[in-house]
């Protein structure tokens, strides 16, 4: 658990940290990073997340539901963080947040720390006693380019003490959703059934910032080799982590 939560906390904040100190970089280049990050989300969604929750068959029957749900709260917690989580840079170029950075800030918050709540108790789910690794692997990648995208976007109209502090109260969201669940369930105030539920609404919420990604990358629906590559190298990773190793 000690683990986890370093990985989780250190891998937005360094990220953050990188765009805090980075003067100047290629927007190319960060879309890029964004195309991997959605492909490798919604791999692990697909292969991963949905087949253990369907697995069971006391929560199956209403887990699209569920799912559902998440995919419309995400739509929601968007209007809030204004799409931050899924890389939005370039719509913040040259405006003011300072009337809507405690929004923001309460939208990227709550969709991170319901992030973490699949690594508390996620084997427990179908007897499937590997895959919390791929499930880390998936919240880094997605939490890193986020945490750069918000480290950018505040520096915009905020002093950088400010954005230091923001920026680490990010970092600790899904570390505090990993440990909180895991509290709650421990003592019994929650039980699987919400613990279902939780994973379901996480899972709508990947599928709605995996496939946002993969439709802001090519607006104009041009094909682009170099875009294909790489969704194809992280669906690759992503079906290596849970099949092979």
């Given at each position: ?47 991963h ?80 006693q ?45 570390p ?70």
């Amino acid at each position: 658990m000690l683990t986890n939560f370093l990985i989780l906390f250190f891998s937005a904040f360094l990220a953050g940290l990188l765009a805090y100190f980075t003067p100047s970089w290629e927007e190319k280049n960060f879309k890029l990073v964004l195309v991997f990050a959605g492909s490798y989300l919604f791999s692990i969604t697909v292969l991963h997340i949905l087949p253990e929750l369907f697995a069971n068959p006391n929560h199956a029957y209403y887990m699209g539901l569920y799912v559902l749900l998440g995919f419309l709260l995400q739509q929601v917690l968007e209007f809030m963080s204004s799409g931050i989580e899924h890389g939005h840079i370039h719509h913040h170029q040259g405006s003011s947040i300072k009337n809507s950075v405690w929004t923001l800030m309460i939208g990227l918050f709550l969709h991170a720390f319901l992030e973490g709540t699949l690594l508390s108790q996620q084997p427990n789910l179908s007897g499937h006693q590997h895959g919390s690794e791929t499930l880390l692997m998936g919240i880094v990648i997605h939490k890193a380019p986020a945490a750069f995208a918000l480290v950018t976007v505040l520096l915009l109209s905020l002093n950088k003490k400010m954005v230091f502090f923001l920026l680490v109260v990010f970092a600790l969201a899904s570390p505090a959703g990993m440990l909180t669940s895991n509290l709650l369930y421990q003592n019994a105030i929650i039980d699987q059934g919400v613990i279902q539920v939780l994973f379901g609404l996480v899972a709508g919420g990947f599928l709605h910032i995996s496939t946002t990604i993969f439709f802001e990358s090519s607006p104009h629906h041009k094909f682009q080799l170099n875009k294909l590559l790489i969704s194809v190298l992280a669906a690759g990773l992503a079906i290596l982590s849970e099949y092979v190793i």
